[in-house]
Structure formats: structure tokens, C-alpha cells
């Protein structure tokens, strides 16, 4: 998923640096609170994750700085999906060495999915670790911080088949108002082959329906717009009462619930396993105008022999209908996104066409391209050989990249001369002169601002565009 607050960006080789650049904890007014200083490295469920320890730790005496110089407690909440974004962190942590030197009393932890496949591995490596916490052990922060402070190392990496967190209502870090994560559920069932997370995050557990509701209707009446429902795999969010006479809520339930509260509080969702997204789901989405008609729908290959490999579940033809179904029932002009993966453990030259060709097919609006980066542990660094050269690689994923900017750039094409319903998210990163949203496709747009304000919802004509961005003016004109 996306470093950027809900939106989907193609990913070109030198690009893979600033995915995995932090997004910092923001600098809450208290005089009186130590000061907790957060680093958030990966998907949005880590920086929804950020939110949490940064709720349980207010009641803890800390506020939040964005001040590294401020903090007496550091906390870096990793992610463990990519070989770069591990190094990532064992560069940050020899960075903050000569600071530990510099003020002993500065205490830090490494928080998240790294910090649960490496464990003890980070106190006796780095030695500057003061603390390291398991995405389900964030509850126990102000035990470990204790013991810590005592003058032990402090280790809570257990995994439970329980916690979802439901009851904590999350500190908005780094927020802008108008939209925000909210976590539905955590842990994978699934066990694809190259994938870290279901022995890093735990088995899958679904949130309590009531405490989603809730928190969404909290953000809307604090001005929030948007909120993104987020999940490791959302389509099989599941969760069962305690009292049988009532109703198991699916997905597709839960999206409802969440698009009544409010026709102007859009929903969006993330992320979709292919073999899981039902019918339901997308007339749900056709019923409801507030549901973004957008979704990322990861592929990961084009070729059913790699499929097969990478334990997906589905073929390329199965993955083919379910995209037909996506434009039969909600249109072409659906946004669908996609994850790829290039040379993946023995995959040909014909493997690799088939995935070009199955990008010629959806013709996806974005897309996030990796080289293949074999993670320790995984099923794939069990069981086969990751054979392909690096070069080979990476030349597949230039093909890769330069195929999905064509396709982008037709899909944005597509909207040129057609009004567009935005949610302002704020200025342009360019220009003071021009405000930028999305649209229901989740494409930003750029548009002068004129009397406009951040959470307004404006009419834009879309006059121009890029492969990355749409261009226009506000207008009178109601959506047709």
C-alpha cells in the first residue's frame, strides 16, 4: 500500500528510497507530558497502527513530538515486507547512535513487523535497542516502558488471536482533517508464498462492527469527510455476535453501515484479495453514491504457473473475470489498481509477458511494481530458488513500470471534459494558487482555489492531465 495518505503511486526504481521514508509523529501542545517521538516505516496499517500506541501512550503520561531533539522515548514501528525497508531501519538506528551516547537517558524501541521477525535479534545487534514490541503487545508499552526505565532491556512480541485494538480510538497523526484510516480487522489467513505478514501481524481477526461504526461517525462530526477501512485482506472481514439471533456481518455489511452515517463521509477501502471480493460487495458499492467506486485489486502476476507458485489462489483467467464483473457491475470508469511483482522465483520470459499482457487487459489506472526481494522464513525462501538475476529483474520491472504510465496516462485521459466531484484535501504541493483532491477514482486533482477551503466539496472540470495527476477549473455544473 501507499506512504501517501490514500492514494496509489507507480513506483520506479529510484523511488523505492522515499517509500520507505518515515512519517513522523506530529508536536501535540503539553508542557507538562514526556515527550514520544514515532517513526512510521511501510503500509497505511502501520501508520494507523502509529495512531494506537500514540492513544495508549497519552494515557500514559507521553504527548507527541516531531522533534526527535524534544523526545525521551523514540519508537520506530518498522515494516517487514521488503528487504530495503528492513535496511532502512538499521540505517536509521546506527544514525541514532551518537544521540543515545550524547543523552542515556533517551530510550528506544522498535515497534511492528520487523520487530516481531527479528526479536531478540535487534537487543543483541543493535545495541542502542532499548525495547522491542509485536504489533499485538502495544497494550503492555507502559509495562515495557517500566521495566526499561528500571534499566532492562524489555522484549513483547506474542501474537494474539483476539486483539483488534477496538476499544482505543486512535490519535490522528500527521493528519490533515479530512480523511483518515480506520483499522477493521488484522492478521492474514492468507499464506502466500513471498508474503512475511501472516507470521509477523498473526492469524486474522475481525473488529466488533459497533466500535467501527462509531469511530467513523466520531470523525465525521469532527470534520472529517473521508475514512478508509483498512485490512490486510478487507473483503474477509468477518465477525460473529455473541448472540446467535443476530446476524453475521460480512463485509459488504459493514461498508453499508459505515456509507449510512453520512451521504458526504465517503468510504473508501483497502486492501482486496482477488479470491475474496464478492458480488455483494460491488452492488454495495453501486447502491451507495458515498462508497468510492475504486479498487486495488493486487495481481501480483499475470501468468498462472507463478500464480500457482506464489500460493494466490486464483489463475489468470479467474483473475480476468473478476475484473469483467468489476466493469460489468460498476463501470468502466471503475478505478482499479494493482500490485506486481517481477521476477518472482523461476518465472520466464513468457511468464513475464503473461503479466504485460494481463496489464494490456485491465489496463489498471495505478500500480505498485516490485523486483522480487526474497523474504527470510517465507514459504518461497523455504521452498524454491530465487533464481532470477537481478539484472533480469529489474530490466521486468522497467517494462513493467513503462506499461502501467502508459495505461495511467489513458485512464487519466479518459476523464478529460468530464466533472469530477472533489474532496478538498488541501494546497498543492506546487502552488499556494491551487488546491488538490481526489475524485471518486481516487486520482488527485489539481484545481485553482478561488474561495475554496480544505473538506469542501467542489465540482472540477478536468481540462488536462498527466499520468499522475488531473488538471481543471471549479464549476457550476452537477456531476452526470
Known amino acids: 500500500m501507499s506512504l501517501v495518505t490514500g492514494r496509489l503511486e507507480i513506483l520506479k526504481e529510484e523511488d523505492k528510497k522515499d517509500l520507505d521514508v518515515a512519517r513522523i509523529s506530529v508536536d501535540e501542545e ?13 503500509c497505511q496499517m502501520n501508520f494507523a497502527d502509529s495512531e494506537i500506541v500514540a492513544s495508549i501512550l497519552r494515557e500514559n503520561g507521553f504527548a507527541t513530538t516531531s522533534k526527535i531533539d524534544e523526545a525521551e522515548l523514540i519508537l520506530l514501528n518498522t515494516c517487514a515486507i521488503r528487504e530495503n525497508a528492513e535496511q532502512k531501519v538499521r540505517n536509521r538506528l546506527q544514525h541514532l547512535v551518537p544521540m543515545k551516547k550524547k543523552r542515556q537517558n533517551v530510550k528506544i524501541g522498535v515497534l511492528g513487523c520487523m520487530a516481531e521477525r527479528l526479536k531478540t535479534k535487534f537487543l543483541e545487534e543493535e545495541k542502542i535497542v ?7 503487545a502495544y497494550r503492555d508499552l507502559p509495562n515495557l516502558i517500566n521495566e526499561v526505565e528500571d534499566g532492562q532491556k524489555a522484549v513483547n512480541v506474542f501474537l ?38 501472516p507470521f509477523t501481524r498473526g492469524r486474522e481477526r475481525s473488529r466488533d462492527p459497533h466500535s467501527i461504526v462509531k469511530e467513523a461517525t ?17 473483503d474477509s472481514y468477518k465477525w460473529k455476535p455473541a448472540n446467535e439471533e443476530e446476524n453475521t456481518i460480512t463485509f459488504a455489511n459493514l461498508l453499508e453501515r459505515v456509507a449510512l ?14 479470491k475474496d471480493i464478492t458480488d455483494e460487495v460491488l452492488y454495495t458499492m453501486k447502491k451507495y453514491e458515498n462508497i468510492c467506486k475504486y479498487i486495488h485489486l493486487p495481481a501480483q502476476s499475470g501468468s498462472s504457473r507463478i500464480l500457482e507458485l506464489m500460493n494466490r489462489t486464483y489463475d489468470r483467467e479467474w483473475y480476468m473475470n473478476k475484473i469483467d464483473r468489476i466493469r460489468e457491475i460498476l463501470g468502466e470508469e471503475c478505478g482499479i489498481s494493482q500490485d506486481m511483482i517481477t521476477g518472482f522465483c523461476t518465472e520466464t520470459e513468457e511468464d513475464h509477458q503473461d503479466t504485460l499482457s494481463l496489464m494490456d487487459y485491465v489496463k489498471y489506472d495505478y500500480g505498485y511494481m516490485f523486483a522480487y526481494s526474497e523474504r527470510p522464513n517465507t514459504p518461497a525462501a523455504k521452498k524454491l530458488a530465487d533464481d532470477i538475476p537481478a539484472e533480469i529483474k529489474n530490466r521486468r520491472l522497467t ?9 495511467s496516462l489513458e485512464r487519466n485521459q479518459m476523464a478529460i471534459g468530464k466533472v469530477h466531484k472533489i474532496l478538498v484535501e488541501g494546497f498543492s504541493k506546487r502552488s499556494a494558487e491551487h488546491l488538490c483532491g481526489r475524485n471518486d477514482q481516487n486520482k488527485m486533482v489539481v484545481f485553482p482555489k478561488e474561495n475554496f477551503q480544505k473538506g469542501d466539496y467542489v465540482n472540477v472540470l478536468v481540462t488536462e492531465c498527466t499520468a499522475a495527476t488531473l488538471i481543471g477549473k471549479a464549476v457550476n455544473e452537477v456531476l452526470v
Open 261 to 274: 452515517i453520512n451521504p458526504d463521509l465517503r468510504v473508501r477501502f483497502s486492501t482486496s484479495h482477488p
Open 130 to 136: 532499548d525495547m522491542v514490541v509485536g504489533p499485538d
Open 399 to 407: 517494462e513493467v513500470i513503462a506499461k502501467q504510465q502508459q495505461h
Open 30 to 42: 503539553s508542557e507538562s507530558k514526556r515527550k514520544l517521538y514515532i517513526e512510521s516505516y511501510g
Open 160 to 197: 494474539s488471536r483476539e486483539e483488534t485494538y477496538a476499544d482505543i480510538t486512535p490519535i490522528r497523526l500527521d493528519s490533515n482533517g479530512v480523511t483518515a484510516f480506520i483499522s477493521i480487522m488484522r492478521g492474514c489467513d492468507n499464506m502466500c508464498s513471498f508474503c512475511v505478514v
Open 218 to 234: 466520531e470523525l465525521f462530526e469532527q470534520g472529517y469527510r473521508e475514512v478508509t477501512l483498512l485490512g490486510q485482506n478487507v
